[in-house]
């Protein structure tokens, strides 16, 4: 079982598969480490059901007690719930019984889940309940008289909710989400989670064409930032000459792009703007108040795109507040689940500027409708094309971290991969 419970054996003892080499190079990914189906189940086993806490979803989407959500560890579907007396639970939506994935709500409130196909019933932190005919009828047929329901309950996390997020790992002895964190990351992800309550403004599913981990080197890669998203160049959300940081923590999992806007529309130089195809001179919008910025966080850093590895990103960019679980499914396609958030203490017109700005963003956003082409032309070009590397090659690791024109963030990720993968 190797640290998890009632979960198979994560792997952690099987080798890779002796086909695929790494090449000796930082600064090179492989193909396959995107498109090879055993690559992708070596990754479940070892990163969502490995030693990691998986996000899986917003205390602020299940806000009272018996409300429940559907959310993914990994592939694997899973359903979240409150109690009735506040505590979170996250167990499997697949019925001990037969294998039924009986949640069929997105989200929804109820005392217990009863499965579809012969009624087995759970309650809200997954132990078995009931089972009809339990005792057959008449004395006839029923259940063994040693069956236990205490032994079929369904298969549950550990769960820990911080600071409004809650988390689920199949580890038990897993480290508090404070320390998986670290203390720089952390420091961050505590200024978007400032502790006050969260509201649910809404929420986006979309499934794109491509693998999973496209989305985490996505928000670790500021280069791509101001080079394919007119918006964000053009109306001066993040252009190159805006002061930056590139955080990553120590062992290369988590990261933050920080950046600062300055009041007005920032000025790109000749230089930068004859490099940008993106830019676009003259270019207005109808409506300006989209780029309002109502200061709101304890931080000088007006935006802050975090990755918190494996499967959430977390964002605070002007006044939008907003976080993306991401759902492997299969090599080639992965979803997304969008949850954008304000603070109970906003009034109405700061949730309607939140609701505006929140346009920018989201599988159809101003900016975010260019990633999700951008990742698709990537897997099509790697599931297509004769296999090589690609590269990430920009920057160098030692430099100093205020530059958005570096690929560090991507090599941190990978050699934590290639060791958590064995590869
Ligand atoms: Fe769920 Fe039979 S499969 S009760
Ligand atoms: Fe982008």
Not at 41 to 48: A, K, M
Not at 101 to 111: D, F, H, L, W
Not at 217 to 245: I, Q
Request: aromatic share 10%; proline share 5%.
């Amino acid at each position: 079982m190797d640290g998890t419970s009632g979960f198979p054996a994560n792997g952690n003892g099987a080798a890779a598969p002796a086909d695929l080499v790494w090449p000796n190079d930082e600064t090179q990914v492989p193909d396959w480490v995107y498109t090879d189906r055993r690559i992708y189940e070596r990754e479940q086993e070892r990163i969502f059901f490995g030693r990691h806490w998986n996000f899986v979803g917003l205390e602020c989407e299940v806000p009272k007690p018996g409300d429940y959500i559907r959310s993914y560890v990994g592939e694997v579907p899973v359903v979240v719930t409150r109690d009735m007396g506040g505590g979170f639970h996250v167990f499997e939506n697949r019925c001990a019984h037969r294998g039924a994935e009986y949640c069929r709500e997105y989200r929804g409130n109820t005392e217990r889940f009863v499965c579809p196909y012969h009624n087995w019933t759970y309650d809200l932190a997954g132990d078995l309940v009931a089972v009809p005919f339990r005792r057959g009828v008449k004395g006839k047929g029923g259940m063994p008289a040693g069956f236990d329901m205490a032994e079929h309950g369904l298969r549950k996390f550990r769960v820990s909710a911080y600071r409004g997020v809650i988390f689920a790992t199949a580890c038990e002895d897993m480290e508090p989400v404070e320390d998986y964190l670290g203390p720089g990351i952390r420091e961050q992800f505590d200024i978007i989670f400032d502790g006050t309550e969260q509201v649910l403004l809404g929420l986006h599913r979309n499934i794109l064409p491509g693998n999973w981990k496209l989305y985490q080197e996505n928000l670790k890669d500021p280069y791509h930032a101001t080079l394919l998203h007119t918006y964000l160049t053009t109306f001066g959300l993040f252009v190159t000459s805006n002061e930056s940081d590139i955080m990553v923590d120590p062992i290369g999992r988590h990261s933050a792009l920080l950046s600062r806007r300055p009041q007005g529309r920032p000025d790109v130089s000749e230089e930068d703007s004859a490099q940008i195809a993106a830019y676009r001179e003259g270019l207005k919008l109808n409506d300006e108040s989209v780029l309002n910025f109502v200061r709101e966080f304890d931080s000088s850093w007006s935006g802050a795109a975090m990755t918190i590895w494996p499967n959430m990103t977390a964002l605070r960019q002007t006044n939008i507040l907003n976080t993306r679980l991401i759902v492997p499914r299969g090599p080639n396609e992965l979803m997304m689940i969008w949850a954008v958030f304000g603070r109970a203490s906003d009034d109405e017109a700061m949730t309607r500027h939140r609701l505006r700005q929140n346009n920018i963003f989201g599988p159809g956003g101003f900016l975010g409708i260019e990633d999700n082409e951008a990742l698709k032309f990537v897997q099509d070009g790697l599931r297509r094309s004769m296999p090589r590397v690609g590269l990430a090659l920009l920057g160098d690791d030692e430099e100093e971290t205020d530059t958005i024109i570096t690929e560090r963030a991507i090599r941190a990720m990978y050699r934590y991969y290639r060791e958590t993968m064995a590869l």
